[in-house]
T-cell receptor, first 113, second 115 residues
Framework: AQSVTQLDSQVPVFEEAPVELRCNYS??????LFWYVQYPNQGLQLLLK??????LVKGINGFEAEFNKSQTSFHLRKPSVHISDTAEYFC???????????FGSGTRLSIRP | ETGVTQTPRHLVMGMTNKKSLKCEQH?????MYWYKQSAKKPLELMFV???????ENNSVPSRFSPECPNSSHLFLHLHTLQPEDSALYLC??????????????FGEGSRLTVL
């Protein structure tokens, strides 16, 4: 079985500061990993995904994530955040033997001017 | 029109009402999903349909009744709901079967308030 842990429920940062949102997963099989973003009053949209290949994945809006198999992590980073990045971010895992995607509990990113 | 469209975006209903939520996808996908998102709770998977067949019912109360007439449309019929059913209901779609890589495409959600 797969599981996902997002270690921080809320992350406040100042505008133009760097940010890292942490995600750890557990799985006994190979996995695909995702980060989704949910802006206020909207559905979730895909930010980036790791299926195979390079462990550093670049997504939309300047975000990137690094797949670390030994640490079972898939942390999301952005070197300089903007007010418009205010949203909730969800890490998710899909195992090759699973029939459904497992979501983390979400991290609310709030940007202070 | 592209993507996943949900209607209505907002719905207020009494506990004795019967209403339906509608989801339509124009992505050529064969799997569709209903999720419930409540404040301060994790995203809850409710139902999954693959090629119009229900493949998952995550112990959802019978007052929620899904319907998938074809691969492009998904409904959630609601009756005799409780106030704790107030939430954002999200529809999603993906490739089905062996083509499924876990990537979901979500609609903007239907905000339900039960009085």
């Amino acid at each position: 079985a797969q599981s996902v842990t997002q270690l921080d429920s809320q992350v406040p940062v100042f505008e133009e500061a760097p940010v890292e949102l942490r995600c750890n997963y557990s799985s006994s099989v190979s996995v695909y990993l995702f980060w989704y973003v949910q802006y206020p009053n909207q559905g979730l949209q895909l930010l980036l995904k790791y299926l195979s290949g390079s462990t550093l994945v670049k997504g939309i809006n300047g975000f990137e994530a690094e797949f670390n198999k030994s640490q079972t992590s898939f942390h999301l980073r952005k070197p300089s955040v903007h007010i418009s990045d205010t949203a909730e971010y969800f890490c998710a895992v899909w195992g090759s033997s699973a029939s459904k995607i497992i979501f983390g509990s979400g991290t609310r990113l709030s940007i202070r001017p | 029109e592209t993507g996943v469209t949900q209607t209505p975006r907002h719905l207020v209903m009494g506990m004795t009402n019967k209403k339906s939520l509608k989801c339509e996808q124009h992505l050529g996908h064969n799997a569709m999903y209903w999720y419930k998102q409540s404040a301060k709770k994790p995203l809850e998977l409710m139902f999954v349909y693959n090629f119009k067949e229900q493949t998952e019912n995550n112990s959802v109360p019978s007052r929620f009744s899904p319907e998938c007439p074809n691969s492009s449309h998904l409904f959630l019929h609601l009756h005799t709901l409780q106030p704790e059913d107030s939430a954002l209901y999200l529809c999603a779609s993906s490739h089905g079967g062996g083509a499924n890589t876990g990537e979901l495409f979500f609609g903007e959600g239907s905000r339900l308030t039960v009085l």
